[in-house]
């Protein structure tokens, strides 16, 4: 609450007392205050920096690959955020924001602006085209740097960028010079999306067996998905279960010791439950609430979880399933790092008893 501190003088007049004293009038009383209002705020500063919220849709690391140091995350921005962020809002009149899809729509002026073609003047290209060619009686101005020491004089350095050579072979290519040209560009991205590839692009004799949409998984959106790594084999190799079929069926659970120390263990089914897991896999029914199904606990393991919000994570892991004629996909945003626990020691102390006396200790 802002406090509010009135100081000032007297300017205006009041009305003298009626009742003079020792027969003369008094002066005027002054009654009323002209001030300056001032408002100070007494809240004490917010105890916490300000977070920003992180957009899930485009990573900034595609861009550009940037580490921010100590100094920019110890530095405090100052937020100047105005309370209607620039937009006049009219809480009386509904019709204030009312636009009729009849009337022709004007755009303001501003806008009209960046809606112009650029004018850009015509050039020479051929003359510009033999003044960036590199001869070997003549070189460019170098500067004195690290990024000329490099062995050999070149206009085009090396790249390492995949794909980079054959992004290069478009740029001599002139494009969007126009709108007409804009526009059938435009309409060429959508033409090259229409045709059916049946063959590989760069693996000769491949062709396509099957042609299925990918589209996002609308009824498993909502369930968190994890990919879970582990550093080995976890069945063990003298099973003689095929492991394909026992992984399906297979279990993780989370676990904690007499210590409070926390870790997963790996369990599978004993041969029995593995024989009532595939009875009901062939009826269509996911469990039978009368059987008791047997796990057996195979491994215990540590487990380290980094997800996109650990510093350093740079993953993008995807789950893509087959059903109903399409492919559905959803984002696996956290992994899981499983290594094996190292079991730990325990001290035997063993006795040996005297069959005759019991009570004596060898």
């Not at 405090?76 to 009337?103: A, H, M, R």
């Not at 850009?120 to 051929?126: G, I, V, W």
């Not at 309409?187 to 949409?213: C, M, Q, R, W």
Request: hydrophobic fraction near 30%; charged fraction near 30%.
């Amino acid at each position: 609450m802002a406090n509010l501190d009135i100081s000032g003088s007297s300017s205006t007049v009041g009305t003298p007392r009626r009742h003079p004293v020792n027969g003369r009038e008094e002066r005027p009383i002054k009654t009323d205050f002209l001030c300056r209002v001032k408002y100070s705020n007494a809240l004490p500063d917010i105890p916490f920096d300000t977070k920003f919220l992180s957009c899930p849709f485009v990573s900034l690391s595609r861009f550009t690959d940037y580490k921010s140091s100590s100094l920019e995350k110890n530095f405090k921005f100052e937020l100047l955020c105005e309370p209607d962020c620039g937009v006049n809002i009219d809480l009386i009149n509904p019709e204030t924001y009312y636009v009729d899809p009849d009337s022709p729509k004007k755009h303001h002026p501003i806008d009209l602006e960046l809606l112009e073609d650029e004018q850009a003047n015509p050039q020479n290209l051929r003359r510009s085209l033999q003044h960036s060619k590199m001869v070997p009686w003549m070189r460019k101005t170098e500067y004195i740097s690290s990024e000329f020491t490099r062995f050999g004089v070149s206009a085009e350095r090396q790249e390492t960028r995949i794909g980079y050579s054959t992004k290069k072979k478009f740029q001599t290519d002139v494009l969007y010079r126009d709108r007409v040209s804009q526009i059938a560009a435009i309409n060429k991205t959508f033409d090259d999306a229409s045709k059916a590839v049946s063959h590989h692009p760069t693996k000769k004799g491949v062709t396509a067996i099957e042609e299925l949409p990918l589209l996002p998984d609308f009824d498993n959106w909502m369930h968190p998905f994890a990919l879970v790594v582990f550093d080995g084999d976890p069945i063990p190799q003298n099973d003689k279960v095929d492991a394909q079929t026992l992984m399906p069926q297979a279990l993780i659970r989370g676990m904690m010791d007499e210590e409070g120390e926390q870790f997963v263990t790996y369990f599978l089914p004993s041969k029995e439950t593995l024989d009532k897991r595939l009875k009901d896999a062939e009826k269509g029914l996911e469990f039978d609430s009368d059987y008791v199904y047997e796990y057996q606990s195979i491994r215990d393991y540590n487990w380290l979880v980094r997800n996109k919000s650990t510093k350093g994570y740079e993953q993008d892991n995807f789950l893509f399933t087959i059903r109903d004629g399409a492919v559905y996909y959803n984002e696996l945003e956290t992994k899981v790092s499983l290594n094996r626990r190292k079991t730990k020691r325990i001290r035997l102390v063993t006795c040996e008893y005297d069959l005759d006396y019991p009570e004596r200790l060898v």
